[in-house]
């Protein structure tokens, strides 16, 4: 099966998305009206944006942000963020070449006209290489970043097996007691045996 090309049909948006993405509050639905009104990305551009990012995975399929979105504004997780993404959207051109990021602009034409089975001068061919290069100016391919999910969640199981084991408790009690002024022995006898019979002794 063909691969699946991800592309802007006007790659250096991918500059002007990241940059005001991290620049505005998180939306609880990333949509056509989110993009025009606060990011400022207008026409058939912005609206090419939400099935760009859910290729990316920086949206779930309903358009709400991901954690990998939340994630990716935080500076230092950007850039581990948007590798991880690369290798998802271009599954299979990292599954030709583990080390696709570092192709010049021909040898990663020449991987995407294999793995799609297009002509050599398709034009959505040299719009996905254009726009994998602007990502690779965001990304960090030897930075490690955590999926917070999407990237991301543990399941009970999971969290119930990190949890330390608990051994047996141990309890410790002190006692005080006042004793009565007595010389007689048969008191103090009779005190202390209620102890231990009644408390000291299971």
Sequence with gaps: MAAKLTYLSTPGTVDTLFKKIKQAAVPDHFDKDFIEKTLNIKGGTGTACIPFLKRLGLLNSDGTPSESYRSFRN??????????????????????????????????????????GLPADSRAVELTVGTFKFLKKHAKFDASATSIKETEQSSPAEEESLKPPLGPIGLSYTFYLNLPNTNDISVFNAIFKALRDNMLVK
């Design 75 to 116: 500076d230092r997780l950007s850039g581990g963020i948007v590798a991880n993404a690369m290798k998802k959207a271009y599954q299979e051109v990292f599954q030709s070449n583990e080390n696709a990021q570092k192709l010049s602009d021909e040898d990663l034409k020449a991987v995407l006209v294999q793995v799609t």
